[in-house]
Every structure is written in C-alpha cells, then in structure tokens.
C-alpha cells in the first residue's frame, strides 16, 4: 500500500470538506451581512428620484453631494476601523459596525431637510467605516489563498444582489405611503431596510468566530489542517514579502497602485448606482413611457442579474486558470467603453442591455481584485494595505456622485440635467484602471526572475 498517496489523498478530502464547510457556514452569512451594508448606503438612490428629492428641495448637484459626503466619513475612520478589527477581532467589530449604522440608518425616516440628509449620510459613513475591508480580511483568514477567488465571489454575489432584490423591494415599500404613523412611503423604505442591521448586527457577535481552532463545526482535523495551511502561507509570505507592520502597507508602491485601480472601478460602481434609478426615471420624458414604483425598481434591478451570473463564471475561470491580467483589465476596459454608449442607445431596453455589459464588467473585476492585497501583506500590513485601497476607492464614493451630479446641471439640456458627459468620465477613470492594472504586470515581470517567489503582478500576468 502507498501510505504517502493514501494521506495525500485524506488531507485532500480534509481540505475540500473544510473548504466547503467555510462556504456554507460563514459565506452566505458574511455576504447577508454585506447585502444589507450596501443596500442602506444606495437606499438613497431610490428614495431621490421617488419623492425625497421633491420633498427635501433637492436638485441634482445637492443630491449627489449627500449621495457622496458619505464616503468623507467612512474614509476618515476606514483605517483606523480596520486597525480596531486586527486589535479586537472581526466577530466583535463587525458586529459592533453594523449595529451603530443601522441605529443611523433608522433616522433618515424622520429627515427633514437637505442639511438633515448630509448629516445623516456623513454619519451613516463613520458608522460603516472598515465594514467592508473588514469582511473582505476576515475571509481572506479562513481560507488559503489558492480558494480566495471562489470564496470573495460567493461573498461579492451579494452586491449585484443588494439590486436585484433591493430595488424592486424598495420600489414596492415606497408605495405604502401613510402606511406607517402616516410617513411618506420613501421614508417607510428607509425605515424598513435600516432595522435589519442592528438585528443581524447582534446575531453576529454570538454567530461568527475569528479563527477556525475557535469553530466547534469544524472536525478538529478540519480545524487543524486551516490552521497549519494559513500559517504556513503566512510564514512564506513574510519570508518572501517581509511586509507585515502597518508602515509596511503605507509605503508599498504595489498598495498605492492597486488603491488607484480600485478607485476606478468603485467610480463607474457608484456612478451607476446613484443614478441608475433617475436615469431609468428619465425614460418616461425621453421615451413616452410611464413607470411605476416597482416597475422602475424591476427595471433598475435588470442589469444586476447577468452581472450575478458573470461573476461567479469570472471568478471561476479565474481560479481554474489561476488569476491572469486580463481578468481585472479586460473587464475594466469592457466598462470604459460601455457605459458612456448607454447614454446614446436609441430605445430603453438598448440602454438597459449596455448597462448590464457595464455592471458585469465592473463585478467580474472585483472579487478578482481582491485576493491581490493578501498575496503578498499579512498581519497588521494586511489590515492596513486593505482598508487603504478600499479608502482611496471610496474617494471615487464621494466624488463620483457629487461629479456626476454637478456635470450633469453643468451640461444640462433645455433645462434638463444631462448624463452623457459625466458617464464619459466615468469611462475614463475606468480606463485608467486597466491601463494600470497593465502596467502593475509589467512591473512584475521585470521585478522578478522567473523562479522567484510569486508576486501579485507575477501572479495575474498572462
């Protein structure tokens, strides 16, 4: 009998048994968790152009800069929130996160005015700040680098999702006006998607656990063989990388480019997802058509579905061939030249099908994107280098609405704000990420020797 081949084979069915149990066990819970972060923070896209807009006073430039203000907040605590996440654990945090912005979620029901609403949003930023590189760190923890791509992908699901089921819910719960002590039924919205936070914000302090030795749904095999494998790969990472203190992440060239790449896609992300629903609003002018509440939000959630379905075939394809440069430049460029043809299709369903092409090049990138940063940071350096990428991104949070708004008054037409300029410069910035996502591969060939360790820029050239 071959006893190497026989443990080779047992550690194998330990290893798909415990990689399994991680994606039924924390994913779905971490990607609900996620569903509902992104749903309180775009629910002001469909609350705008469904009545908040009128009754707050809100022209396009003030909408934008509440939609964006919030990104201020939540980018001045982002590090030190995910900082606070590697001090006391993920379990604590997160919960902790999610609780505090649902209690701030909560309020925008009673907001009566246009300071009111950026207040709010300022506030609703601090509160969310480091939930987002926290999940993404947390998961990148459980599991060996060679399944991050499937596993961020099952986690990432969510955000097209947030859409495809929160637009149409929200469509529907803005048509119960009066229903609830009287309140306009945009307010009723924000009334009923902010309370799940804190409730799930609660489950999570007793249901997630930081480490898989503290995970009683792991055999004890299981729990060993995660453990062993993630300290292992730590080890060879700061044996070949050495960047592992939080100084470390602040001056790694490789963070600071990957930070811009991110900025541009999250720019094109919050450009369509502000304004997706006010655009679709405009066919009624620009087509004859006439949309209710929750057709607009069935319409709006169209272009989110295919986007689902690329991502998770992406990321497979990803994983299967091992992570290329052209999984995140392709899409990059794919959405650079889309989204500002969506504004010049001749009929609304054109105009939808352009922008699922843009919403599944921008969601086949990301999951992608996000296995990088741990390929060669750990520790405190890992902490620090996710929550600083996903900071200078949610730059774009801030500027893409507040731009896209303020364009659009600029190049208003016969009075009426125009979105052909501003989705151009959003094909721009997302251009400019898949110029730099070529130039990052470049840098790695020439970096490193062939039998060098694995660099991210090594890892994802063609």
């Known amino acids: 009998m071959d006893t190497t081949a026989t443990a080779g084979a047992r550690e194998s069915q330990i290893e798909r048994s415990a990689i399994r149990k991680v994606a039924i066990r924390l994913v779905p819970f971490v990607a609900l968790m996620f569903f509902i972060n992104y749903l309180d923070r775009t629910a002001i896209g469909f609350a705008g152009p469904n009545g908040m807009n009128d009754d707050l006073a809100l022209d396009a430039a003030r909408f934008g800069f509440a939609s964006g203000i919030f990104f201020i907040g939540y980018i001045l605590l982002e590090v030190p929130s995910n900082m606070a996440l590697h001090r006391f654990g993920a379990r604590k945090w997160l919960a902790r996160i999610m609780v505090t912005w649902g209690v701030v979620a909560v309020l925008f029901t009673w907001v009566q005015n246009f300071e009111q609403l950026w207040i709010l949003r300022f506030l609703l930023g601090v509160a969310e700040a480091g939930f987002f590189p926290g999940a993404i760190l947390f998961l990148s923890l459980w599991v060996p680098a060679r399944h991050r791509s499937k596993i961020l992908a099952l986690f990432y699901v969510a955000q097209p999702l947030t859409t495809v089921i929160g637009a149409p819910l929200a469509g529907w719960l803005m048509t119960h006006d009066g229903i609830f002590f009287g309140l306009e039924g945009w307010r009723f919205m924000f009334f009923i998607v902010g309370v799940p936070a804190i409730l799930v914000g609660i489950i999570a302090w007793f249901y997630l656990k930081d480490r898989p030795a503290d995970a009683k749904w792991l055999t004890l095999e299981e729990q060993e063989w995660l453990t062993k494998a993630l300290q292992k790969e730590s080890t060879e990472t700061n ?20 930070a811009v790449i991110y900025f541009g896609f999250i720019y094109g992300l919050y450009a369509l997802g502000f304004f997706l629903p006010t655009i679709i609003g405009g066919f009624q002018e620009q087509f004859g058509t006439e949309f209710g509440l929750v057709e607009k939000g069935l319409i709006t959630a169209i272009p989110y579905i295919p986007a689902a379905i690329v991502l998770i075939l992406w990321s497979r394809d990803a994983q299967k061939r091992g992570l290329k440069t052209w999984h995140i430049a392709i899409p990059a460029f794919v959405g650079a030249v889309s989204i500002p043809l969506a504004l010049l299709a001749g009929a609304p369903a054109l105009t939808v099908a352009i922008i699922a092409v843009t919403a599944s090049a921008i969601f086949a990138a990301l999951p992608n994107f996000w296995t990088l940063p741990t390929q060669f940071l750990t520790g405190a350096a890992a902490a620090a280098g996710v929550a600083l990428i996903n900071t200078v991104g949610n730059l774009a949070g801030f500027s893409a609405p507040y731009i896209t708004g303020a364009v659009a008054e600029a190049t208003a037409v016969d009075g009426e704000a125009s979105y052909v300029v501003p989705m151009v410069i959003v094909g721009g910035f997302m251009a400019l990420s898949g110029v730099l996502m070529l130039v990052l591969s470049r840098m790695g060939r020439r970096a490193q020797p062939a039998a060098a360790a694995v660099q991210p820029e090594e890892a994802i050239h063609p």
């Not at 044996?239 to 990957?258: E, M, P, Y």
């Open 239 to 258: 044996a070949s990388h050495g960047r592992h203190s939080f100084k470390d992440a602040f001056t790694s060239g490789r963070v600071w480019i990957l």
